[in-house]
């Protein structure tokens, strides 16, 4: 779910495939209707964390096998980096999402 959530807001709101999600979690691996179903899952699970604090459409489904977040309805210091709201040093731009080969900034 982590990872999954950490994509979306590196996304930005963009559209994001079920099979792009898959890509970025099992890289290597044989895509199978397992980890399709667990994709799903995975996003139910968010939905349900948030739902808590009346953020149950913090994701948006296309209804196409596609996602994006609802940037809207967060407060996030890369959106606000990236809107020049914040400045940050080039150290820790540099720790960006690190622990994730897929996130560059």
């Known amino acids: 779910?982590?990872?999954v959530l950490a994509y979306l807001i590196d996304k930005r709101g963009a559209l994001?495939?079920?099979e792009e999600l898959r890509c970025i979690?099992?890289?290597e691996e044989e895509d199978t209707e397992k980890k399709r179903r667990y994709i799903r899952n995975i996003i139910s699970d968010i939905r349900t964390?948030?739902?808590a604090y009346?953020?149950?459409?913090?994701?948006i489904n296309d209804?196409?096998?596609c996602y994006s977040l609802n940037k809207e309805k967060i407060s996030c210091d890369l959106y606000d980096y990236l809107d020049g709201r914040k400045k940050y040093s080039q150290e820790k731009l540099n720790k960006y999402m690190r622990?994730?080969?897929w996130a560059v900034l």
């Not at 009346?54 to 994701?59: C, Y």
């Open 16 to 18: 994001v495939s079920e």
């Open 63 to 65: 209804n196409k096998g």
């Open 25 to 27: 979690l099992w890289s």
């Open 54 to 59: 009346g953020l149950e459409d913090i994701i």
């Open 99 to 101: 622990q994730y080969p």
């Open 49 to 51: 964390a948030f739902r």
């Open 1 to 3: 779910c982590k990872e």
